[in-house]
Nanobody
Framework: QVQLVESGGDLVRPGQSLRLSCTAS????????LRWYRQVPDKERELVAQITHIGETEYADSVKGRFTISTGTATNKFYLQMNDLKPEDTAVYYC??????????WGQGAQVTVSS
């Protein structure tokens, strides 16, 4: 069964950092788009960061300069480094692996809470 599993969500204070990990049950190396989304109650899911299979990255304006999406040496993982966290970053964060017209997999979500 294909799975994506997020980890690393936590309760932190404003200004602190967290790193989210997304672990897949398959090799992500050739996946066209690896993405992190977030969602708060009663709002649409928001695209936070994206990395393509050739390493191009894009970020939501609200997180530029603070968040970094990356892959690592493990070909079934990718990450979201979140620095200088703010209360408005509080959300459930979802990882997504999309190969257009072939697959579109989601994780179950990880709660990130930023509060003093």
């Amino acid at each position: 069964q294909v799975q994506l599993v997020e980890s690393g969500g936590d309760l932190v204070r404003p200004g602190q950092s967290l790193r989210l990990s997304c672990t897949a049950s398959f090799n992500l190396f050739y996946t066209a788009y690896l993405r992190w989304y977030r969602q708060v109650p009663d709002k649409e899911r928001e695209l936070v960061a994206q990395i393509t299979h050739i390493g191009e990255t894009e970020y939501a304006d609200s997180v530029k300069g603070r968040f970094t999406i990356s892959t690592g040496t493990a070909t079934n993982k990718f990450y979201l480094q979140m620095n200088d966290l703010k209360p408005e970053d509080t959300a459930v964060y979802y990882c997504n692996a999309r190969q257009p017209q072939i697959y579109d997999y989601w994780g179950q979500g990880a709660q990130v809470t930023v509060s003093s």
